[in-house]
């Protein structure tokens, strides 16, 4: 099973179509491109749920660059949305609860109240 990356520009094709129906064919564009890059079949093209649902909810309003990840497997293409994953930030080592510290709260002075100035009359 091939895994390959793939980045279509959307703006290119969506820009020339219709508001109203550019939901309906960047999913067609999608399955379009990716058939011509792997060299299959339309119909031997895959498209995810997450794709979909991500495509008709982003992608064709914004028409921003799509990231694919494309896996071949005996003359089908599967594909996915791209997604880096990103490595987790390690937990900050654990302090004593802050009843053992005892009271370190500290109490903030009050503003002395300032009695407005009188009006000067002329």
Same mark, same amino acid.
């Given at each position: 099973? %091939?895994?390959?990356? !793939? #980045?279509?520009?959307?703006?290119?094709? !969506?820009?020339?179509?219709?508001?109203?129906?550019?939901?309906? @064919?960047?999913?067609?564009?999608?399955? &379009?491109? +990716? %058939?011509?890059?792997?060299? #299959? &079949?339309?119909?031997?093209? *895959? !498209?995810? *749920?997450?794709? /979909?649902?991500?495509? +008709?909810?982003?992608?064709?309003?914004?028409?921003?660059?799509? @990231?694919?990840?494309?896996?071949? &497997?005996?003359?089908? $293409?599967?594909? &996915? !949305?791209?997604?880096?994953?990103?490595?987790?930030? $390690?937990?900050? $080592?654990?302090?004593?609860?802050?009843? %053992?510290?005892? /009271?370190? @709260? @500290?109490?903030?002075?009050?503003?002395?109240?300032?009695?407005?100035a009188a009006k000067q009359q002329k």
């Open positions: 099973m %091939a895994e390959r990356l !793939l #980045t279509i520009n959307m703006r290119r094709y !969506l820009v020339v179509q219709h508001r109203s129906k550019r939901i309906k @064919k960047a999913a067609g564009y999608v399955r &379009d491109r +990716v %058939a011509h890059y792997t060299k #299959t &079949d339309i119909e031997n093209v *895959r !498209l995810s *749920r997450e794709l /979909n649902n991500s495509i +008709v909810k982003h992608y064709a309003k914004s028409m921003e660059p799509l @990231k694919l990840k494309i896996m071949m &497997d005996k003359g089908t $293409a599967s594909v &996915d !949305l791209f997604k880096v994953e990103q490595p987790k930030p $390690a937990k900050a $080592a654990t302090t004593a609860p802050q009843e %053992a510290k005892g /009271n370190t @709260k @500290k109490e903030k002075p009050k503003a002395e109240a300032k009695a407005p």
